[in-house]
């Protein structure tokens, strides 16, 4: 049989997340124009929307384009609750270790790689009033919209943190004074509510897998969550809301 001098070149592959971030709904999308480290491109709103996004302050000078209820369901697709704006925007530019001025109360996500925990996570993070979210460069969501609406506008109030190598993180937050406090359904100790003032990283692994080996052994101490009831784990964003919970009670 004779070959194809010539096989046809394979493409790769078009991910759906693939081309122009779009973020949406009002509270991420406000969130993002009042953010100067931000790039913003374009916003896309309906009447009703824009008089909405600009009751709390004006815009900044930038294209703003009218559009219907309909074209933001084409464009976001018919799950997205945009609520009548949409913003074209560059992603974020991620902050390093050394760029967070104040490391008394951080996340340390080991390889979450869902963007509605994630953004979840960062959510609760920054109500709560943690000074950053770390995660690492690879095996962690890449920002689009659905990060960025769990989120509810805290990707542009809470750095979140990208590192190559997670136990030299979790090293240089041990060095500055910080606890690391590892989660795992399996650990021997129970969560207790912290001293008040205490510096501390909470560490949480992925749904299923849990905290790498590596990084349980890099953690001061492993702990796990109470739970009376006939289900023994949490999803990880609610364990993250009990955990800074218990840190910020004191």
Same mark, same amino acid.
């Given at each position: 049989?004779?070959?194809?001098?010539?096989?046809?070149?394979?493409?790769?592959?078009?991910? =759906?997340?693939?081309?122009?971030?779009?973020?949406?709904? !009002?509270?991420?999308?406000?969130?993002?124009?009042?953010?100067?480290?931000?790039?913003?491109?374009?916003?896309?709103?309906?009447?009703?929307?824009?008089?909405?996004?600009?009751?709390?302050?004006?815009? =900044?000078?930038?294209? /703003?384009?009218?559009?219907?209820?309909?074209?933001?369901?084409?464009?976001?697709?018919?799950?997205?609750?945009?609520?009548?704006?949409?913003?074209?925007?560059?992603?974020?530019?991620?902050?390093? !270790?050394?760029? /967070?001025?104040?490391?008394? !109360?951080?996340?340390?996500?080991?390889?979450?790689?869902?963007?509605?925990?994630?953004?979840?996570?960062?959510?609760?993070?920054?109500?709560?009033?943690?000074?950053?979210?770390?995660? #690492?460069?690879?095996?962690?969501?890449?920002?689009?919209?659905?990060?960025?609406? &769990?989120? &509810?506008?805290?990707?542009?109030?809470?750095?979140? /943190?990208?590192?190559?190598?997670?136990?030299?993180?979790?090293?240089?937050?041990? &060095?500055?004074?910080?606890?690391?406090?590892?989660?795992?359904?399996?650990? =021997?100790?129970?969560?207790?509510?912290?001293?008040?003032?205490?510096? !501390?990283?909470?560490?949480?692994?992925?749904?299923?897998?849990?905290?790498?080996?590596?990084?349980?052994?890099?953690?001061?101490?492993? /702990?796990?969550?109470?739970?009376?009831?006939?289900?023994?784990?949490?999803?990880? &964003?609610?364990?993250?809301?009990?955990?800074?919970?218990?840190? #910020?009670?004191?």
């Amino acid at each position: 049989m004779s070959k194809n001098k010539f096989p046809p070149k394979k493409r790769p592959p078009i991910l =759906p997340d693939d081309g122009p971030v779009f973020l949406y709904g !009002l509270h991420t999308v406000r969130a993002a124009l009042d953010n100067p480290r931000r790039t913003k491109r374009r916003l896309l709103a309906t009447q009703n929307g824009l008089n909405r996004l600009t009751e709390g302050a004006p815009l =900044p000078q930038m294209l /703003v384009e009218e559009t219907t209820p309909r074209d933001l369901d084409k464009l976001l697709g018919a799950e997205a609750v945009h609520q009548g704006v949409a913003l074209e925007v560059d992603p974020i530019d991620r902050f390093g !270790l050394s760029d /967070v001025e104040k490391l008394d !109360l951080v996340i340390v996500l080991d390889q979450v790689t869902d963007p509605h925990n994630v953004g979840a996570i960062l959510r609760t993070a920054c109500a709560f009033g943690a000074d950053a979210v770390i995660t #690492t460069a690879r095996y962690a969501p890449r920002e689009t919209g659905v990060l960025a609406k &769990s989120a &509810s506008g805290a990707l542009d109030l809470i750095p979140l /943190v990208s590192v190559r190598n997670l136990g030299d993180a979790l090293e240089t937050l041990k &060095s500055n004074g910080l606890v690391c406090l590892g989660f795992d359904s399996e650990a =021997p100790g129970l969560l207790r509510p912290r001293p008040a003032g205490g510096k !501390l990283a909470i560490v949480l692994g992925a749904e299923g897998k849990g905290l790498r080996q590596k990084t349980r052994s890099l953690c001061d101490e492993m /702990v796990r969550l109470d739970m009376p009831g006939p289900i023994k784990s949490l999803n990880v &964003s609610n364990a993250a809301a009990i955990a800074l919970f218990a840190a #910020t009670a004191g």
